[in-house]
């Protein structure tokens, strides 16, 4: 239950909504603060950062400037992204010899619409970091490799969320266009649930 929130998956009404629930999260559901085993509670405003991140920022002639930067075990938030490999995936992920280059900000060309989405929603949201793992892991060092497989169940649980992009999301991108048939709604009473709920909205949707 809770509004229906319209209009493209990028708009403000989304933001604001999306907003919301981050705020609301942490305050009204202590469970979803605590790790997996429910030993620990996460910080997810402060928390460790992973070894390497993608910094999102704008320069001074307002163009988007993304590069790596190793974190040195400093605390953060910042938001990972999941995302399905192809095989594209080896010719934009961060590698030995492309390492140098990207820790100043170069050669990020041609990248998935889903990874720039999901800058995008990091900078709507004003969280200067991101975690993908075919970037901040050089994948073609066994040893980097080594240290980080370990610590990624810890850098998923650690983040602000987890961006997931599917089959189709990973080319056409996060924002969706608006539903064109959001007319088709219907409204059923939940008996018994008092003055404060008389019923829910129910939105059919492709």
């Not at 704008?58 to 163009?63: E, F, P, Q």
């Amino acid at each position: 239950m809770g509004r229906l929130v319209t209009g493209a998956t990028s708009s403000d009404d989304h933001m604001r909504a999306l907003r919301q629930w981050l705020e609301d999260c942490p305050t009204n559901h202590p469970e979803c603060c605590l790790t997996l085993s429910g030993s620990q509670v996460l910080q997810v405003e402060s928390a460790s950062l992973p070894t390497r991140c993608i910094e999102v920022t704008r320069g001074s002639d307002g163009a988007r400037r993304v590069r790596i930067v190793e974190t040195g075990q400093k605390r953060g938030k910042y938001i990972t992204l999941s995302h399905r490999w192809t095989s594209s995936t080896a010719e934009i992920s961060t590698t030995r010899r492309n390492y140098a280059e990207r820790l100043t900000g170069g050669n990020f060309e041609r990248l998935p619409r889903i990874f720039e989405n999901t800058f995008d929603l990091a900078e709507m949201l004003g969280v200067p970091l991101v975690w993908i793992d075919s970037i901040c892991i050089i994948q073609d060092s066994v040893e980097d490799w080594k240290n980080e497989a370990g610590k990624m169940a810890e850098y998923y649980q650690s983040s602000l969320f987890t961006v997931t992009g599917f089959e189709t999301t990973t080319e056409l991108g996060l924002f969706t266009a608006p539903e064109r048939d959001i007319p088709k709604i219907g409204q059923t009473p939940l008996p018994g649930q008092g003055r404060d709920c008389k019923g829910v909205l129910l939105h059919c949707s492709r």
